[in-house]
């Protein structure tokens, strides 16, 4: 007990350092949890109240008081983590998933974070974006010793800011990060009726390198990657995301990749209520529905969810919403195949002509992929493919959420997309098909010279334009 005493009155003042056998002992029995479906919010049932969040396919990491400090432990590890059905890569994370569990605390709180390295390689642990005394900034070499593996380091600071942070290794931090290892650092605010919203959704924006047919990321890789994943999942795998009509809803994005990502939200407008540094005051937000995350930076949005619907949430760099394909697929836009494919079946049996007149068909075919391996445009919705991957996922706002109605807010957060079905147009308030000749004709600018019969392009120029486009009579009213 005097040892304990002793380790716990020295954690406070000394920098992070190897934990002692004694501090081991009293270090709290790490959680694991590897499935990667989203995981209830957890309520915390000691310590200050908060509204806890839901990590999107993620969980939150479970603590104890001790003493009055809050206690987690952290076990920096290899895992297995689903990307999406059909995919299964080799990570590394922690507690059994990447990214890791979310660390949910309250501002004001003091925390002691264990973190044992179960990795073949030394790590370090660093609070992305949190204010605490320099020794536990968590760099390897700069502000402390590596922890090698085997080792278990403590690290503990009093959390005087809310705000959405993260957690990452700063050691071999280019390899770690491309293998998985990081995770959501959530600090509420010590009112926790300030900020608050009836939906708190959070997630990491990830990125890996995997060869198809592969599980292990390309560590190497600095731009060119081919899984684009929230919280370590590819659309279809990515959770929706639920809110009933009139309800307010924050979403918490933080940014580990290596470029910027757009964030697009459909039918809603948004505001930056949170950055890197806090909360934004109400009156320097302004409306948006694309919010640019950069590297290494942090987003809350928020917004009251009043357009019912299945509202498209997506990064707007289209290679984004894809799964892993080959960069040197050419462009085949226009380019007649049909001589080329019985030649090329004789090499190849399975070759397919693709890529003629787009790539949409490319999600309606059913390609043979090796083991392994997520088509580059799946999903289906009720009218099809959705020809997404990806960095996509799908806000679900319903003025009552039927089947589950009898539920609390919070039990539906984690809804499955077919947990309720797809939304149902009111009658006339959805896009159809129509004769094209009821359609006005197509307005064209007057001073621009007459289409040419001939195009340049010669024997590899588009094949003739649909039927839709070739509607417009001589004479007839120009839209203005
Ligand atoms: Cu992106």
Known sequence: MNTRRNFLAAAGLLAAGAASRAALAVAPEPHHRAAADTAPPLHPGSGRPYNPVVTLNGWSLPFRMNNGVKEFHLVAEPVEREIAPGMVARLWGYNGSSPGPTIEAVEGDRVRLFVTNKL?????????????????????????????????????????????????????????????????????????????????????????????????????????????????????????????????????????????????????????????????????????????????????????????????????????????????????????QDDLTPALQKLLPDYMAMGSSGMAEMAEMDMPLPDNTLPMMTGRGPYGAIEMGGMFSVLKVRDRLPELAAQT????????????????????????????ALAPAAARDPHAPAPTSAPSGGASAPAAAPQTLQVQKPGAHHGH
Request: aromatic share 10%; with cysteine.
């Open 409 to 436: 807010p919070d039990q539906l957060a984690w809804a499955t997309l077919d947990a309720f079905g797809w939304y149902a147009m009111p009658a006339g308030t959805q896009a159809r098909a129509v004769d094209a």
């Open 120 to 336: 073949p390689e030394h790590t370090t642990v660093h609070w992305h974006g949190i204010l605490l005394p320099n020794g536990m900034d968590g760099v390897g070499g700069l502000t402390q010793p590596q922890i090698k593996p085997g080792q278990t380091y403590v690290y503990e600071f009093v959390l005087n800011k809310s705000g959405t942070f993260m957690y990452h290794p700063h050691a071999d931090e280019m390899v770690q990060m491309a293998m998985g290892a990081m995770g959501l650092f959530i600090v509420h605010p010590k009112n926790p009726r300030q900020m608050a919203v009836q939906r708190d959704y959070a997630f990491l924006i990830n990125a890996y390198d995997i060869d198809p047919g592969a599980s292990v990321p390309r560590v190497n890789t600095m731009l060119d990657f081919n899984l684009w994943t929230w919280n370590s999942r590819a659309f279809p795998g990515i959770a929706p995301l639920v809110a009933q009509t009139g309800e307010r809803v924050r979403i918490r994005i933080g940014n580990l990749t290596m470029t910027n990502h757009p964030i697009h939200l459909h039918g809603h407008v948004f505001e930056v209520a949170g950055t890197d540094g806090g909360w934004v005051p109400k009156t320097a937000r302004w409306p948006e529905v694309t919010v640019d995350v950069a590297v290494g930076q942090m987003r809350a949005i928020e917004f009251v969810a009043d357009n019912p619907g299945d509202w498209a949430f997506h990064c707007h760099k289209a290679h984004h919403t894809m799964n892993a394909m080959g960069h040197s697929v050419p462009t085949m836009i226009g380019v007649q």
